[in-house]
């Protein structure tokens, strides 16, 4: 399996449920596409749940670094939730855990958005 | 590593299209040998991942996915090292003053953390130009504890 998007709303967030695999080809550029056409939308409460991510390699985190921003710049918020131990481990190597704002509890990330 | 290594000894050797297909079939093979030779899965996780971005290197950045220019792939275990070898036929790329991913200035760029990884999970990293053209990477993963 590659990479499976579904998304659903609470409120006025926007959760995206991530499973599979997020690396260079299909499975980075559908997270790509699918934020975009979130943020192009208007949406600017974005909650990526990666608790299903089995695998996430260099351009993976590219890709939510890149999603980061762009939600950023557009005044928007993008928080992660259920980071497997294996995409924690590779965001603290690089530097980028304090970056993201994460969370374990859907109900507590859900409620941070301000 | 394991607390006993199954294999003394083994060395695989493949030519591989420039495709994303080939990236997937290096770090599969690369993992197979390494599951032979005892590793754990901590480790399997940092070899298939350094096999994985190093491949991604070979086939996107050096051979530019180009249907005529393959990738060498050698993979072998000792009963000491474990060492992959991956060779591409690209033009090259400045190796010597490959920037920290990991400062201010860098933190948010959406590349450039490919060869950080791959040095971060194995024991040893080398980079070689090739003559008359292309690139050469060596990963070592110990499997004995120093």
């Given at each position: ?114 | 590593m394991g607390e006993e290594s199954r294999q003394t ?22 993992l197979?040998?390494a599951q032979r030779a005892g590793f754990d899965e901590g480790d399997l996780m940092k070899i ?29 275990s000792?009963g000491?090292?474990f ?58 993963k110990y499997m004995v504890s120093?």
């Open positions: 399996m590659s990479v499976k998007l579904n998304t659903r709303q609470i409120g006025d967030v926007s959760v995206v449920d991530v499973a599979g695999r997020i690396t260079l080809g299909e499975g980075s550029s559908a997270l790509r596409d699918t934020l975009r056409e979130m943020v192009g939308k208007g949406q600017k409460k974005i909650l990526l749940n990666l608790g299903e991510v089995s695998y996430i390699d260099s351009s993976g985190i590219g890709e939510l670094v890149s999603a980061f921003t762009t939600v950023t710049n557009g005044g928007g918020q993008l928080k992660l939730l259920n980071l497997t131990k294996r995409v924690k481990d590779l965001l603290q190597i690089t530097k980028l855990y304090t970056v993201f704002d994460v969370h374990d509890s859907e109900v507590s990330a859900i409620r941070s958005f301000v | 000894s083994e060395t695989v050797e493949r030519f591989l299209d420039s495709t994303l297909g080939s990236v997937d079939s290096a770090e599969e093979l690369a197979s040998v298939g991942m350094a096999v994985r971005e190093s491949m991604v290197n070979a086939v996107a950045h050096g051979n530019r996915y180009n249907a005529n220019k393959k990738v060498r792939l050698s993979v072998a000792d000491e090292r060492t992959v070898r991956i060779a591409d036929e690209g033009d090259g790329f400045d190796f010597c003053d490959l920037p920290d991913p990991r400062s201010q200035e860098n933190l948010m760029r959406a590349s450039g953390r490919g060869i950080f990884l791959v040095r971060s999970f194995m024991d040893e990293f080398q980079i070689r130009r090739l003559e008359p053209g292309g690139t050469e990477v060596t990963l070592v120093k």
